[in-house]
């Protein structure tokens, strides 16, 4: 199941763009031996040296082909580092293990589900799913609602609006008038959120279809009574990603 898993996320993956695959399977290799390296060095210092050159190397990924003009972004690049940096910090931390399976571990971090737009996971949370798969036709046709939902989400709902708010985009400022641009803020509003949405319920839909329970991404946001409120509930998982690796420490 893992073999087919790896096989069929790096098939998915070549998809965006085949030259990336290389990319994502060094990117792979490298996060786990370095993790393994920071598990199994007890000098605290060549463990915190390992994760600061894991942390720097995937940040720099991203610097690099955020202002690389001209060169396509490869698919899902922002959500693999961020689950390669969190999963060192929780090795580091001693949170979480590293993972000895070089097989387990590239399953985790490729699967093709949430390598679009997430939700972002962590080793911990999906450790005992992968090494106990289990697809049942409860889960299968539970997944496959949850899909429809989100593609219709994304299909019939967000992509109607950006027919609206796209072109009005494109106009000068002064010659919108200020109810119809509260009207495209509002379609904007809503077209980003079924969009963002739709695509996580495809992913936890087809997490769900092949055993894996992924956590909930969005609850609700535009119901928030606060700032705050609101980023509790809009794409969770990178909220909580910031919360638990930039804020509080």
């Given at each position: 199941k893992l073999i087919i898993g790896v096989a069929g996320s790096l098939l998915f993956y070549s998809w965006g763009n085949l030259l990336y695959v290389a990319l994502m399977v060094v990117l792979t290799l490298f996060a786990y031996f370095l993790a393994r390296g920071i598990d199994r060095w007890r000098d605290q210092r060549t463990s915190l040296f390992l994760l600061w050159l894991g942390i720097l190397i995937n940040v720099a990924l991203l610097v690099v082909?955020?202002?690389?003009?001209?060169?396509?972004?490869?698919?899902?690049?922002?959500y693999v580092t961020f689950q390669v940096i969190a999963y060192l910090l929780e090795v580091y931390n001693k949170v979480s293990a590293s993972e000895k399976d070089m097989l387990a571990f590239s399953f985790?971090?490729?699967?093709?589900?949430?390598?679009?737009?997430?939700?972002?996971?962590?080793?911990r949370q999906l450790r005992e799913q992968i090494q106990n798969i289990q697809v049942v036709p409860?889960?299968?046709?539970?997944?496959?609602?949850?899909?429809?939902?989100?593609?219709?989400?994304k299909a019939l709902i967000a992509d109607t609006l950006a027919r609206v708010v796209t072109p009005i985009f494109k106009l000068a400022s002064p010659t919108i008038d200020p109810s119809f641009a509260w009207l495209v803020i509002i379609s904007y509003?809503?077209?980003?959120?079924?969009?963002?949405?739709?695509?996580?319920?495809?992913?936890?839909?087809?997490?769900?279809?092949?055993?894996?329970?992924?956590?909930?991404?969005?609850?609700?946001?535009?119901?928030?009574?606060?700032i705050g409120d609101f980023?509790?509930?809009w794409h969770i998982s990178l909220s909580n990603w910031f919360r638990d690796f930039v804020f509080y420490p």
């Open positions: 082909f955020k202002l690389w003009t001209g060169v396509k972004y490869p698919l899902g690049l922002s985790y971090l490729l699967l093709f589900p949430k390598i679009p737009v997430g939700p972002i996971t962590r080793h409860t889960d299968v046709a539970d997944g496959l609602r949850r899909y429809i939902r989100g593609f219709a989400k509003s809503l077209q980003l959120y079924f969009d963002f949405s739709g695509y996580t319920d495809m992913a936890i839909g087809l997490g769900r279809m092949m055993g894996f329970r992924f956590l909930e991404n969005f609850n609700f946001p535009y119901i928030s009574k606060s980023w509790r509930r």
